[in-house]
């Protein structure tokens, strides 16, 4: 009888474990896989609400932990965080025979397990590679893609770029975004829950806001934030703000974040279980900031997005996006389009919601034991 075929997914955060859950769940599932769990980062962190226990109430067994110094959001602090993992990693596969490393989009944690996986003659099968964004995270998600051996894309043009720096087309496969699976606005009983449960009646218009710092202006990311927050206050909105990721420049954003609760002018979440993020996403009367989940998910709902600042620059996006500068009045300008947007015939651009389907379907076809496949040659 012919063995399951071993995967890991290393996960170091909030974001990356609620899109991926699905296709983890369905790999689970699958007769032909093994599905083995690495938990790092944010996910073990009090200031970043320990997101561990989401993890393990998922039903999924956690494998390893590696505790890295998450809390120091210096530059310096990123780098000893990706060697670290890099470090645990390898230390894990050299223990552990693995058929495959899977991992998501452009986190240094990311980066740090494709390392180890390179070194350790492990393949590497890489979602969402081939997107363009800002911050270090451009060139973090082309690193792993120039590592990788598989590519699961979200959309053609990301299909295209990749075969444009070297990767084989015969290894690039366009599965959609894995955060669009399982998407639905919520029935009125459920929405109506989920408002009161983060402070917000039942028909009252709120905004959410969640603004992560870009690391190359971690300087500026408190006065960025505070001209978002600024903009707002010309609009009679309830904002419901969401504490940053962990990157360099986290703490001037939650010190801006703090100081305008303890003036009573915003309701703030440490963190939000997804499926709330995903309702309260459905239900605002915009999302502000600069999260992949405005650029990917907020168009299924129909939900405008006020993009602000460099994180999402260049990224493929559909007609629901106003993008601006940090600066309060080019905010309020996107602002206003957002407010008189009409989502009528609005197409979400990062394709159908079956990745998880694909995802699966492409391990457990793949030879991962294949020489030919690990013996990765670029094709230009």
Aim: net charge negative.
């Amino acid at each position: 009888m012919t063995r399951s075929k071993r995967i890991v997914y290393l996960t170091g955060t909030r974001a990356d474990f609620g899109l991926m859950l699905p296709t983890l769940r369905a790999i689970d599932q699958s007769p032909r896989l093994e599905l083995r769990l690495i938990v790092t980062g944010m996910h073990l962190s009090d200031r970043f609400g320990r997101t561990e226990r989401e993890v393990s109430a998922s039903g999924l067994a956690v494998d390893r932990t590696i505790p890295v110094p998450i809390d120091n959001d210096s530059g310096h602090g990123m780098g000893l965080s990706a060697g670290l993992i890099t470090c645990g990693v390898a230390d894990y596969l050299a223990e552990n025979c693995c058929d495959a490393l899977l991992l998501l989009g452009d986190r240094g944690e990311m980066l740090g397990a494709a390392t180890a996986a390179l070194f350790a003659d492990v393949p590497i099968v890489h979602v969402a590679g081939g997107d363009r964004s800002g911050s270090v995270d451009e060139s973090i998600r082309h690193a792993i893609s120039k590592l990788a051996h598989i590519h699961c894309v979200s959309n053609d043009d990301a299909r295209q770029r990749l075969i444009r720096m070297g990767e084989d087309p015969d290894r690039i496969f366009d599965v959609g975004a894995p955060g669009l699976v399982g998407l639905a606005a919520p029935d009125r009983a459920t929405a109506v829950t989920v408002r009161n449960r983060y402070g917000v009646t039942e028909d009252e218009p709120f905004v959410l806001l969640l603004f992560h710092p870009v690391v190359q202006q971690a300087a500026e990311a408190g006065v960025q934030w505070r001209a978002i927050f600024d903009a707002l206050a010309d609009h009679p909105f309830r904002c419901v703000a969401l504490m940053p990721n962990a990157d360099h420049g986290t703490t001037a954003i939650r010190n801006e974040i703090e100081s305008m609760q303890d003036a009573g002018r915003l309701a703030v979440i440490d963190h939000m279980p997804r499926a709330d993020y995903l309702a309260m996403l459905a239900e605002c009367r915009f999302l502000i900031g600069n999260s992949s989940s405005g650029i990917v998910e907020a168009a299924t709902f129909g939900t405008p997005v006020v993009n602000v600042g460099e994180r999402q620059v260049g990224r493929l996006r559909s007609a629901n996006i106003f993008d601006a500068p940090p600066e309060r009045d080019a905010i309020g300008r996107a602002i206003a389009k957002a407010i008189t947007f009409d989502s009528h015939g609005l197409r979400n651009v990062y394709g159908e919601p079956h990745a998880d389907v694909r995802i699966c379907e492409i391990l457990e076809k793949t030879d991962f034991s294949d020489p030919a496949l690990r013996m990765k040659v670029n094709a230009y």
